[in-house]
C-alpha cells in the first residue's frame, strides 16, 4: 500500500522567509507524487507533480519540490514565503493504474507579517 | 471553460436518512473521482470510475455507500442509512484520463453533516 506522512500539521514562517513543508512517501513502485493547497473556502488546487521526469519539479506561485529517492522524501519549498501563501497543503502519492491518489494529512501554513 | 461543480454545496440530513451527492466533471474528462475529507484530515480516496464503469470501489467505507457514472459523466454519491460518522466533505474530481500526467481537478465539495 502506497502512504504519505507531512511532518507537522502546523507551521509559521515569517513573510519573506524559506518554507518548508516537508513529505515523505512509502510506495512499493517508484511513486508519481503531488503537491496541493486548498485555500480557505475554496478547492484543492494542483501545485506541482512528479511523474519520474526531472527531479526537481517547479510549480505556481513560486514553490518547487524535489523528489529524492534515498530519502524517500518530496519536500515543498519557496525561497520567500508570501501572505497570500498562508493555507492548507496537501502531499499525495497515486496508485496505478487508476491514478487515485492517498493524501497526507496536511500541513496548515500561516504566514506572520 | 467550467471546472468541476458539485450539488447541494451544503446538506444536513437527520440519522438514518439517504442523500445523493451529485459531481458535474469537467466536458471530456473520462476519469471521475470520490473523496471523503473528515475534519483535520485530508482527502480519502472513496471510488473511481473510468468512463461508466466503477474501475475501485475499494475505499468506500461499507454497503451503504454507492455510486453510479450511467453516461460517463455526471456521477452520483449514494449514502443509504446516514450515520453521523458520515460527516465530511465529500469531494469529486475528474481528469482527462487516469494517466498521471493528467491532472486532477477537484470541485469545491459537499459539506454533509448529519445531526
Known amino acids: 500500500a502506497q502512504s504519505v506522512t507531512q511532518l507537522g500539521s502546523h507551521v509559521s514562517v515569517s513573510e519573506g522567509a524559506l518554507v518548508l513543508l516537508r513529505c515523505n512517501y512509502s510506495?512499493?513502485?517508484?511513486?508519481?507524487l503531488f503537491w496541493y493547497v486548498q485555500y480557505p473556502n475554496q478547492g484543492l488546487q494542483l501545485l506541482l507533480k512528479?511523474?519520474?521526469?526531472?527531479?526537481l519539479v517547479k510549480g505556481i506561485n513560486g514553490f518547487e519540490a524535489e523528489f529524492k529517492k534515498s530519502e524517500t522524501s518530496f519536500h515543498l519549498t519557496k525561497p520567500s514565503a508570501h501572505m497570500s501563501d498562508a493555507a492548507e497543503y496537501f502531499c499525495?502519492?497515486?496508485?496505478?493504474?487508476?491514478?487515485?491518489?492517498?493524501f497526507g494529512t496536511g500541513t496548515s501554513l500561516t504566514v506572520i507579517p | 471553460g467550467a471546472g468541476v461543480s458539485q450539488t447541494p454545496s451544503n446538506k444536513v440530513t437527520e440519522k438514518g436518512k439517504y442523500v445523493e451527492l451529485r459531481c458535474d466533471p469537467i466536458?471530456?474528462?473520462?476519469?471521475l473521482y470520490w473523496y471523503r475529507q473528515s475534519l483535520g484530515q485530508g482527502p480519502e480516496f472513496l471510488i473511481y470510475?473510468?468512463?461508466?464503469?466503477?474501475?475501485?470501489d475499494s475505499g468506500l467505507p461499507n454497503d451503504r455507500f454507492f455510486a453510479v457514472r450511467p453516461e460517463g459523466s455526471v456521477s452520483t454519491l449514494k449514502i443509504q442509512r446516514t450515520e453521523r460518522g458520515d460527516s465530511a466533505v465529500y469531494l469529486c474530481?475528474?481528469?482527462?484520463?487516469?494517466?498521471?500526467?493528467?491532472?486532477?481537478?477537484f470541485g469545491p465539495g459537499t459539506r454533509l453533516t448529519v445531526l
Open positions: 466536458s471530456g474528462h473520462t476519469a
Open positions: 470510475f473510468q468512463g461508466t464503469g466503477a474501475a475501485d
Open positions: 474530481a475528474s481528469s482527462r484520463t487516469i494517466t498521471a500526467t493528467d491532472t486532477q481537478y
Open positions: 510506495s512499493s513502485v517508484p511513486p508519481y
Open positions: 499525495a502519492v497515486s496508485e496505478r493504474p487508476g491514478n487515485q491518489f492517498y
Open positions: 512528479y511523474t519520474s521526469a526531472a527531479t
